[in-house]
């Protein structure tokens, strides 16, 4: 189905003149008091009140996950909802839907609804969203669906090659796939291949580590596969037991399918250019660029569970400056009132240690919430985990305490996490894992870590602390920025002790600051540790087009007596991401090039698109039009004119129309994408075209040849060009000339080229 609707242009010059009415309304009134000789009436212009707005929208409404053929909108007359009773019965809709859905319409009152409600009429779990314009009515409470599916397929790739002339070559490729089929059904697949060549010898991987076949019903899912515990979505899981399984098969409940991808950050202080580099069970999970100083790495990025982690500092020569273990905690403890899930999985151990049993339950017990894990394997192993959360409020503060216990064949162990957050005292968060190593399914050491923050005038204190089994650390920061005549600066000074490139009675100091200005920006990094003093510089300009930002930069640095210079460019595109880094040292030369992107495929197409973990996607079509070249984003991917998009789409959410951002500065678009998906399902890709409407906005001053303004009547579209030139045209169509009739003169006026908003006219 394809639904169009268009919304009205509210101008500028309306508003003004609403506000001058109102305020001509006030004084009369006040007027009328004092003398009763005055009678005014003042009407409101007709679609600008809130309630003829709200009178005039319409609606996309879903009946048990199927999405009716019209909208629903609200009649004046009867003052009630109302849709086309003919229109439905032509498009297959059963008399017994029509009837149910025109009892619960006649008892919904919609004026009470302000900005949406939640009602149980006649049977039905009725909820309207007067901001996103849908109305959604199920059979049940529990919100599970089943929408058709059909075959579809989401494939994402990642491509990371590196080089130095002093024999170093590196290649990671990896990639996900999910095959989407009808009756709610989907395939996964994980892979990845890397090849290492160094001086000291040669590394390479490669495997399907992951791979299943899932079928979803109304309220649980049955898969079956491999799984190996690396390939786990980062949030997805709700205790720190996370075993691998060579053959599995899991039946479990639709509620644990939900993801919470807000799991903090790791800092790191760096005292080289080049790559950290993740690694877990000798496999690469994750690489991100390093800078000197201080750089943030997101959690979420990482696979879920509790364990350790080999971080390595490579510089672009490939040259390991430093690696440590780090444990990594990514769980996701919390859940929502009402909130019940579990899972029941039976497989062999990826090991070939014989069979596997585990079971998972998470639910709302009264006033906290539980999450629990028992694992029964061969040869007497075995493990069992329990953890308690509470969320709630003291005064202003929001306190989330988490609290649990574990044990197995080893012995017995737990940890606490704790996480205050007020705007008074700040944010704080405090987490200890003891004696985590209890039995062949969980190992680790003991850890600690502490990090605090809170904003002390306009700077930002920050303070962070981690004990593990190779050291400890701190780190004190402080952030503040600066905005001199439109120029955007930060500034971060901050200092460390101990921790993952420095002994534990050495101190590291760091600055950094970054200037931006428009599409410019320029940053410096100092850094001081141990005996080596880095320096740091780049600079890099950001252009955007009609398909995504291109940015180009350059870096100097220089280490100790070492200098380094690289060149780099990235593109972030609607067809992926890809990036070029060009460096040269002292004794080297060294390249990087790195890429991400999808591809999404069904039956009306393929098309290329930007790097996503939903495993669900758009098919977006978007409509040339004629002589014009305009850019917007959908769902957070840059999409441009007349061509097919794959836009990456959230799992298992409802998205009636997709949000829509445009940021063009001399184009007034009007654009609208009604998707109309429900539950998205992993491997399914959604068609969709984009209704647009624009009007070009050319303003500035016209100038002829010798400077002077030029002014008259635009006879292209009736406009008016002032004594000093200024004019304003807002055209549906691409104005490259313009003619202005003066009282003596007539021009001709080039619209194409423009010099600091001036445009130069010629005497006809």
């Known amino acids: 189905m394809n639904i169009k609707e268009k919304k009205p242009f509210i101008k500028g010059k309306v508003y003004l003149a609403l506000c001058q009415t109102t305020f001509l309304t006030f004084i009369f009134a006040i ?3 004092a003398n009763e000789k005055l009678q005014f009436v003042y009407g409101v212009p007709a ?21 009716l053929p019209d909208f629903i909108s609200y009649s004046p007359q009867l003052n009630s909802l109302s849709f086309d009773r003919e229109k439905y019965r ?12 025109e009892k619960i319409l006649a008892q919904l009152d919609y004026k009470q609804c302000q900005n949406g409600c939640d009602l149980n009429l006649e049977g039905k779990h009725v909820t309207v969203d007067k901001a996103r314009r849908t109305i959604t009515l199920r059979s049940s409470a529990s919100d599970y669906v089943l929408p058709e599916t059909s075959f579809g397929l989401v494939h994402n790739q990642s491509v990371d090659v590196r080089a130095a002339n002093d024999s170093y070559h590196a290649i990671n490729i990896s990639g996900d796939s999910w095959l989407g089929m009808p009756r709610q059904s989907f395939a996964y697949l994980h892979w990845y291949a890397s090849r290492t060549r160094m001086i000291a010898g040669n590394n390479q991987s490669q495997e399907i580590s992951t791979y299943y076949l899932q079928k979803n019903f109304s309220s649980t899912y049955m898969r079956a596969g491999r799984q190996n515990s690396i390939d786990y979505n980062s949030g997805s899981i709700s205790t720190t037991l996370s ?16 993801i919470d991808d807000d799991n903090g950050q790791l800092a790191l202080f760096s005292t080289a250019e080049g790559n950290y580099e993740f690694y877990r069970a000798g496999r690469m999970v994750l690489k991100r660029p390093a800078v000197l100083g201080r750089n943030v790495i997101n959690l979420s990025d990482l696979p879920s569970g509790y364990y350790s982690v080999e971080i390595r500092l490579v510089d672009r020569n490939g040259t390991i400056i430093n690696r440590e273990n780090y444990p990594i905690s990514n769980v996701n403890f919390g859940g929502y009132p009402g909130y019940v899930a579990w ?28 999450n629990g894990t028992l694992i029964k394997g061969s040869q007497g192993k075995w493990a069992t985990e329990g953890n308690f959360t509470r969320p709630g409020t003291l005064g202003d503060i929001q306190i989330s305490p988490t609290l649990g216990l574990m044990s197995g064949e080893k012995g017995a162990g737990g940890y606490l996490n704790l996480s205050l957050n007020g705007n008074a005292m700040g944010s704080l968060s405090y987490s200890r894992y003891q004696n985590s190593n209890v039995s062949y399914y969980s190992y680790g050491s003991s850890s600690s870590a502490l990090s605090y923050s809170r904003i002390l005038g306009s700077t930002l204190f920050s303070y962070n602390y981690s004990r593990y089994r190779n050291g400890e650390l701190h780190q004190v920061e402080l952030r503040w920025n600066y905005r001199p005549n439109g120029l955007w600066s930060t500034f971060s000074l901050g200092v460390q002790k101990g921790g993952f490139q420095q002994s534990g009675a050495n101190y590291g100091v760091f600055f950094n600051t970054t200037w931006t200005l428009d599409r410019v920006q320029g940053s410096f990094t100092a850094a001081r540790s141990g005996s080596q003093t880095q320096l740091s510089g780049d600079y890099r300009h950001a252009s955007t087009d009609a398909f995504g930002t291109t940015t180009l930069g350059t870096t100097l640095s220089h280490i100790s007596q070492a200098s380094n210079v690289n060149l780099f460019a990235m593109r972030e595109g609607s067809r992926g991401d890809v990036s070029l880094n060009l460096g040269h040292t002292d004794s080297s030369n060294n390249a990087d090039l790195n890429y991400r992107g999808m591809i999404a495929a069904n039956r009306q197409g393929i098309a290329l698109g930007r790097y996503s973990n939903s495993g669900a996607a758009m098919l977006l079509s978007t409509p040339k039009l004629p002589g014009v070249d305009y850019a917007f984003e959908v769902e957070g991917s840059p999409v441009g004119s007349g061509s097919v998009y794959a836009v990456p789409i959230g799992s298992y959410q409802d998205i009636a129309f997709a949000r829509v951002n445009s940021q063009g500065r001399d184009q007034d678009m009007n654009v609208e994408v009604p998707a109309n998906i429900t539950r998205a399902h992993p491997g399914q890709v959604y068609a969709a075209k984009a209704s647009v409407d624009i009007n070009l906005l050319y303003n500035g001053f016209l100038r002829d040849a010798q400077g002077d303004p030029v002014s008259g009547t635009i006879r292209e579209t009736g406009d008016t060009a002032y004594p000093n030139g200024l004019f304003s045209i807002a055209s549906k169509q691409l104005l490259r000339t313009i003619d202005v009739d003066g009282k003596d003169r007539h021009f001709r006026c080039d619209l194409s080229k423009s010099h600091n908003n001036f445009y130069t006219c010629s005497a006809l």
Do not use: M
């Open 31 to 33: 007027q009328s008091q």
């Open 47 to 67: 679609g600008f009140s809130e309630s003829e707005i709200d009178d005039t929208a319409k609606y996309i409404a879903t009946i048990d996950g199927t999405t």
């Open 90 to 101: 032509q498009n297959a809709v059963s008399p017994e839907t029509i009837a149910k859905l």
């Open 243 to 258: 075993p691998s399984f060579d053959q599995f098969v899991t039946l479990g409940s639709q509620s644990n399918l939900r």
């Open 343 to 370: 899972h029941l999985t039976a497989g062999k151990d990826s090991s070939g240690n014989g069979h596997l049993f585990e079971g998972g339950l998470s639910r709302d017990l009264w006033w906290l919430f539980f």
